[in-house]
Each structure stands twice: as C-alpha cells, then as structure tokens.
C-alpha cells in the first residue's frame, strides 16, 4: 500500500506524540518534530506508510539518545495482558467457538499501538475486548481461515506489538503449534514486539519465535533478514496481524490473512470499512504471471 | 500567543485540507503538502499561529494560482447567513437580554472558521446556534462589555469570516453604530472576510468599514495598514471576533473583548475551558509600564 497524503499530518502528529511520551525536554521534542517535518517534505509517496514511519522513528530514537523508547510502555502492556491472560483464556474455553474467540481476542489486542494512539489504556483494551467479541466478523473467512490452517504445512504468524502477542498467544494455542513460527522485530520500533517481548511473555515457551531482522514497524520484505525472508517464502500461509502489516503485505502474491483493529481512516477506505471495525481478511494467493 | 507544538500537525492538516478543497490536482495537491511541510520544519515557533497560517496559506494561492480559492465558499455562507438573518434578528428582538441573545449568536456564527474545520454546513451552523443559544457564559464579562461599550468612544471591531460577519451584523445593530468601526481583512486568506463581503452582507450600510491591509487570517499590528494601526492606537475598547485574533492580540495591552466559539485544544487549554466553548472574555487594560 502507497502513502496517502492523509497519513502526512498523522505522522507528524505520531513523531510529536512519540517525542512527548519520551522525553520532557523540549528542546529535543523540538528537534524530532523539525527533522521529522523535513523528512516529510522530502518523502518518496511510493512508500508504504511502516517504510516512512521506519526513518521517523529512527529520528526519534537517534535525537532523543535512546535504542528503545517504548520499553517501559511495552513492558507496562506485557504485563497488564499476562494479568488479563487466565481470564481470556478461560473466556475460549467455555466458549461455542473457541477459535473464533480467539480469533476475536487477538484482533482486540490490536488496540495496543503506539504508532496510531498515543495512549491506550487498561480500559480501552478492556472495552476492545468487549466490542470485538461481538464485532461483526466475516464468517466465510473465518471458515476459510480454519480450512488454509488445516491444509498449510508451514505457517508464519507475523506479531505486531508488546502486550498484543499475549492475546497472539491465545489464538496460538488454538492451533497446530508444530506447524507455526511467530516472528517479531528484529530490533525496537514504536512499541513493536521483540524477541524479548516473547521471551517475557512465555510465547517462545510454546511455539518457535524468529526475528525478521528488521526495525520497521510492518513487514518490509527486502529489509529483512535473509533467514526471515527463506522462511517467508516457504510459508504456504501468513498470518498479518495488525495495520502495519497490511501497509506492507497488501499487495504482495501470497495466502495471507490480515487480522486487525482498523483504527485510521485511511486504512478504513483501503478495506471498505469503518474506523474501528474488527478485521480478518484474507487475501488469496493469486500466482499472476507464474 | 506563540505556536505551540501540537499545532504543527494542524498546520499540515489544514494545509493539506485547504488544497483538497480548492483543487482535485493531485500534483498541485503534493507540492502545496511539501511546501507547507518545508515551511513549518524552518519555522520560528515565537510566531503567533496566524503568522505561520498567513505564510502557509501565501503559499497555497500562489501554488494553486488562485488569488481567492475561498471565494464561492464565502459567497455559499455569506448567502446561508443572510437567509437565516431575519429569523435570528426576530429571535433578538423577542429575546428577554436582547444583547445576550446577540453576543450568543455572533459567537455561534464563529463556527463557520475553515482553518480549523475544512466544512462546515448548515446543519452544523444551526446546531451551533442553538447550542450557543443556552451555553454557559460569563455574566460578569458580559455586564462589563456592557459598561465598557458604553464608556468607551472609539469602538474596533474585527470581524473574522465571511457568513460569520451576518452574525455579527445582528450584534452591531444591537451596539451603538457611531462609535464603531468595523474591520474586515485586506486580502483574501482563507474565509476570513474582505470588504466585498461586508459589501454582499450590508455591513457597509450601517456601519463603517475599513480594512486593515493585512492577508494574515487573524491582526498582526505590524503587518497591518497605516490606517488601521492608528485606528487601532486610537481606540480606546477593541471586539475581536474568532480564535485568529485571539492568538494575535491575547498579548496586547488593550481593553480588549475577545469573542470566539473554541475550536481547538491549544485555545481551549489557553483560555482554561474545553473544546466547543462560548467565550466572551474580557483582557483589560493593564497600562503595565506606561
């Protein structure tokens, strides 16, 4: 997916959030609002937005002298979703439809993103995971999805941030974990799950978890590691999860399915959608010109 | 008022909002953001925002090739107000505070501000009316507009946006018209009002008009005309209408009332109220070092 002009103010507005939330200092909430203008001003609009938000946030992290601004807040989030987790869990199990509720919960826990909100809150995750449960999803995918697992051989779980792969983790537990590998951040972006997230959060306890060698906040497929990438293509299906996923995987050949809150309206319009809708999407491989 | 921070995204919202609305080029829409962004990464954060405002919005006719893009929405709601005019001058005159009445309504005829909202509509004109109707307001600052309009000789009132000057028609006709002078801008920035809107509107029948010879969409004193600084020198109570001459003049040391609708978090957290406020709020005089 390309940038859209609507997403310049917003990625203004995100480096100025960002800026605030980590620093009180205003002479480098300054700076990283100033270089990230002049980045703007010169920005290839061919891009997807993840790949322009990669160079702000590595502004960020450069001017304000820190490798991982997020880390407090992605232990915060960890933590509250590991105190959530035996609740949930106990929410799919006396559940009808134990992978759809699962499916449910994982879409809620999209809601923890730093790049669109600049705070989240243990109340609106809680009011998320109410509204998704009962959020219109699409069944024919959702059955879809079910059948694309069952028939995959290799599947990769593309995680999207901190405190969200506990409810990932609870999707995974509802499906062959013999067959999956979780991939997170090759290093810190935003509040972008990494191998520590995993390790904290006892998901690397139950599935395999690789990085992708990357800092982008999506999967941008020549930017990732060469081991990443042969495990990409091996996949015969992936498993996006959230808006910075569907920025970068949209438009590439291959059985995804993109699972997210919506929470701008850019991507609302690219999905046909409301702001705020629960998404799983797939997108069938298409094999065009193979 | 200086810029604040979190007005920089709202600065690139507008600007990408303005040439949305005054053009469907995709290309001139690019160079009016790219622009907009160079200025606002340079700019000098001491200014009011109108002073970066006036600068972005130069920019904007000059890309567009288009001295007046706001024209036909000028003339739409110049149009709208006059139809309402009758109505709301009976809604004056069968008032118990005919005067409150007016000063509520030319508050509410604030809301039609394209700066800060890229539409409006007349759902939304009406809506605002009858909120402003009954919202709270400052009583104490009201009995001294009162006193203060009587006292003083030589009245100032700068207007603010065109179909929003009707509204302040009803308020003027409700004020001693000899004492006044009314001020629209000198050339088109935005929707603020020029002298051929006090024209459409009938201002100029029953009220003196002049221009202050300034494009910027609130008073930049020295930016302003001979004439209109002495006016202004010589006045002894200014009526400054809408946030523009707010974050212009909230500085100066004049006996000033200030009248807007509060359209933003940055004037709402600087005048201590929320977003969508009726303000009449006095600035005394406080001759500091005279």
Redesign the interface.
Known sequence: MKTY??C???F??QG?DA??LITDD?KI??EI???T??L???MD?KQSPPEIGQKIHRIIRQVAKNDDPYLEIKQKYNSLALKMYPQLKQKIENSDNPLETAVRLAIAGNIIDYGVNSSVGKIKVKDTIDKSLTAPLDKKDLEQFKNSISSAEHILYLGDNAGEIVFDKLLLEQLPLEKITFVVKGSPTINDATMQDAATTGLTEIVEVIDNGSDAPGTILNDCSENFQQKFEKADLIIAKGQGNYETLSDVDKEIFFILKVKCPVIARHLNCEVGSSILKRKKLELVGK
């Open positions: 002009f609507e310049i103010p917003c203004i507005r100025l800026a605030k205003e909430q300054e609002l100033r270089k203008l002049t703007a001003s010169k609009l």
